[in-house]
């Protein structure tokens, strides 16, 4: 048995991916989403429960409209296309993170969501809209409103990661050496990668290593 209950990744360096080879920052968002499928696939074969993925912070705002528009054209498209497939493979999607984009794509998130809520193999957790202190102060102001005892279990239930274990590996590729306002209660106790690879030319191999190197240290 992997003893590995969840790895979360800050996918970092599509754009540069896109501006060095393509001379466009979106033919890197492109390329990401190849590199998403791969560790999807390895994550199930590794017996993982839990892979989060940060597609989406609430920063993100701040970039171009047109970049802005094109991710989340490839988010619809990928839902739209690949939903019915993730269902088949027994994973389920969550969305952690606020969900008001356009009608359209909070519908398909939620049809995606409940399309697969039953799902057993692997949970991906996609984080959209979401940032870390943003997801701490809602779950204090809630644990207060609740009178319930301020501790960790409380403040857990009132996360948007309640019923996820805390990851035991975060990755961040890209060569940049922060946590973006990712997690950062839940990765507390977490081994921190950081990549000198943009996530476009993260292999299978790399994730491979990450995994081996962790568990053979369990
Ligand atoms: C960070 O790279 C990546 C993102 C902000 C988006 C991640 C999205 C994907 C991998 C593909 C789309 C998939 C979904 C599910 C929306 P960056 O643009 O910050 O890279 P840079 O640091 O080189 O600018």
Redesign the pocket.
């Known amino acids: 048995m992997n003893p590995l209950n969840h790895v979360a990744i800050i996918?970092?360096?599509?754009?540069?991916?896109g501006l060095k080879y393509k001379k466009q920052?979106n033919a890197?968002?492109k390329e990401?989403?190849n590199t998403?499928e791969k560790i999807i696939k390895v994550s199930i074969k590794q017996k993982i429960k839990h892979l989060t993925?940060y597609?989406?912070s609430t920063e993100?705002w701040k970039r171009p409209k047109s970049e802005i528009k094109y991710?989340f054209s490839?988010?619809e498209n990928?839902l739209l296309t690949k939903i019915e497939d993730l269902n088949k493979q027994n994973i389920k999607l969550k969305i952690i993170g606020l969900k008001n984009f356009s009608p359209k794509l909070n519908k398909l998130l939620r049809q995606s969501e409940q399309k697969t809520k039953n799902n057993t193999k692997l949970q991906i957790n996609?984080a959209l809209n979401y940032g870390s202190k943003f997801e701490l102060i809602n779950a204090f102001k809630k644990l207060k409103k609740s009178k319930k005892k301020i501790n960790e279990k409380n403040l857990n239930d009132y996360l948007q990661t309640k019923d996820i274990p805390d990851p035991e590996i975060l990755i961040r590729t890209?060569n940049t050496k922060r946590l973006s306002n990712f997690l950062l209660w839940q990765v507390a106790y977490s081994e921190i990668f950081f990549e000198k690879k943009?996530?476009p030319d993260f292999t299978r191999k790399d994730y491979n290593k990450i995994i081996k190197m962790v568990t053979f240290n369990e």
């Open positions: 996918m970092d360096g599509n754009g540069r991916w920052r890197g968002h990401g989403l998403i993925l597609a989406f993100n991710l490839l988010l990928f996609l890209g943009l996530w």
